[in-house]
């Protein structure tokens, strides 16, 4: 009949009865952008994994797609109008509003971040604009410190890249990257980032064994140090028989391990740190630091701790690109696992802090009793979030609480103290694992092992007799 002439339907061209109008497709989004509105929450740090949040919200995590459709269908009804299907409801909402997401979930967030969203949100139930304006204006403060803060973490990495970029183009200074020492100091500004990691346990294997999920196996710390103008961090090994601890003694011994054996031996140093008070923030690191410029390592030395909640920076990324690896790679020994750090990335460095066989390679050295003869303490530590030493100002400590703040000096050298440049401080030797933990790891453990690490991980204890061992669990 219609020959070469496809078919025409008799509907076409003509809009269906049930088809949505414009009024309310703008329903739909004023319901979700005003959802948004009273429901979202307010971050003002940035979003791991997210490259552009600043124009984002966000609902909570709570809150689903679904649930949102069912109130838009219900105040649909209370108004008497037609409500769209759930498909179209979310198909405009990704049309039309893509910025509104739902957040994921997340740890280690900061607090004050968390404890002004819900100010905000108690202030708009409440319908008070005068308490609303003031948990903004607290927001904005927030947001403008950290943002300052970041803002100056990047411009000092990116001078430090500077300078050490004109080392590689300069023939004179004959140096050739990444971590060749050269002959005299160089006059530049060397940056560092230092961090603890979650510890690792192995043996691991991307196959996990089941029973192996309820036991404890032999455990291994992270501790890395990053030079971003190069980049590489190296990252410390703490085997769990050389263990010391988590204070400030084994940090500053790695730092200064790490600035004798793998730094630029730079004139001026700038270092970043998290602002844990246990391990970095403290006392005795910053004594460390007067301690470098008074006996003539350093000329200058600053240390700059980015804000609580928003510490997010270089070593964060290494040890990610590590985990990565680790994840996914059988590691049955501390051999193994030092394989998996140089295995993970160009940037990554391993140096284990004792070797396989028993042997101590990194020392840790009792910093806190030895400063404590030499230099007086800095009250109210945690409010400063910046430290600067020089050589020029003998035992001064200038800090400021915030990048553009005022400055405050502290006179930390004692009247009586006197600094050798070669003394260094007593040894604190490891206490090892105990016998109880040795003999749980032959018994918990071994088996999971490949043959050859059974006896490097997992060792048979020769000097204990097995019936003393099981004497000793009755007494117990």
Known sequence: MNGLIPRVHGNAGKTPNHALTYDDILRVVAFIRNYAEVHGISLSGRISGMKSYENKKFLPCSTSKRQVYLEYAESCEGLYVKA??????????????????????????????????????RSANMQSDERITEAMQKALDHRSLVKKEREYYKDVLKEAQLLLKRLYTDAANNYNPPLTRPLAMLNIVAHYSFDYAQQVHYPSSPLQAGPIYFLTPRKCGIFGVCCEAIPQQVNFLIHESFDTGKGANPVISMVHFYLKNHGLNSVSIHFNADNCTGQNKNNTVIQHLLWRVMTGLNASISISFLPVGHTKFSPDWCFGLLKQKFRKAEVDSLDDFIQVVEQSSAVNKAQPVGSSNGELIVE??????????????????????????????????????????????????????????????????????????????????????????????CPFLMHLDQQDHLDNQLQV
Not at 388 to 410: I, K, L, M
């Open 364 to 457: 840790t050295l009792d910093w806190c009793s030895y400063f404590a003869t030499l230099f007086k303490k800095i009250k109210g530590i945690k409010g400063f979030q910046h430290f600067v030493v020089n050589a020029t100002s003998t035992g001064v400590v200038a800090a400021r609480q915030a990048v553009d703040g005022p400055v405050t000096q502290f006179n930390l050298l004692k009247e009586d103290a006197q600094i050798m440049e070669d003394e260094l401080p007593n040894i604190l030797p490891p206490k090892g694992m105990s016998t109880e933990r040795k003999w749980y790891l032959y018994e918990k453990i071994r088996s999971f092992c490949r043959y050859e690490c059974k006896d490097v991980t």
């Open 84 to 121: 769209c299907a759930e498909t179209t409801f979310n198909m405009l909402w990704r049309h039309y509003l893509p910025y509104i997401e739902k957040m994921k979930p997340m740890s280690d967030l900061c607090a004050t971040c968390k404890e002004i969203s819900g100010l905000i949100i």
